[in-house]
């Protein structure tokens, strides 16, 4: 069974930085795009940043310029890292990723269990 696992979030002052971490475990064959999600309470889930199988990357505008996604293939790890944060980034993050499991053909899109990210003085 494949899973996903975050890490990383907490408590940060506005202007500080978080790098979240996700790990995606088990029996593995493939992984396709990597990428980051955030919600909060109330509001529809909103893509923060993606990354493709071939390393290309995509950002919401309210982060560029501030967030960097990357992936380690190796690790089958996608990071992000939150710099210039602010009140207005509070949120859950979710991890998302296209996985196919060896011996499957099929890839599934699976989430991990969400972190909480939190800026406030």
């Known amino acids: 069974q494949v899973q996903l696992v975050e890490s990383g979030g907490g408590l940060v002052q506005p202007g500080g930085s978080l790098n979240l971490s996700c790990v995606a475990s088990?029996?593995?064959?493939?992984?396709?795009?990597m990428g980051w999600y955030r919600q909060v309470p109330g509001e529809q889930r909103e893509l923060v940043a993606m990354?493709?199988?071939?390393?290309?990357?995509s950002y919401a505008g309210s982060v560029k310029g501030r967030f960097t996604i990357s992936r380690d293939n190796a690790k089958n790890t996608v990071y992000l890292q939150m710099n210039s944060l602010k009140p207005e980034d509070t949120a859950v993050y979710y991890c998302?990723?296209?996985?196919?499991?060896?011996?499957?053909?099929?890839?599934?899109?699976?989430w991990g269990q969400g972190t909480q990210v939190t800026v406030s003085s």
């Open positions: 998302n990723a296209g996985v196919r499991a060896m011996l499957s053909i099929r890839a599934l899109n699976l």
């Open positions: 088990g029996s593995i064959g493939s992984i396709y795009a």
């Open positions: 990354t493709t199988g071939s390393g290309s990357t």
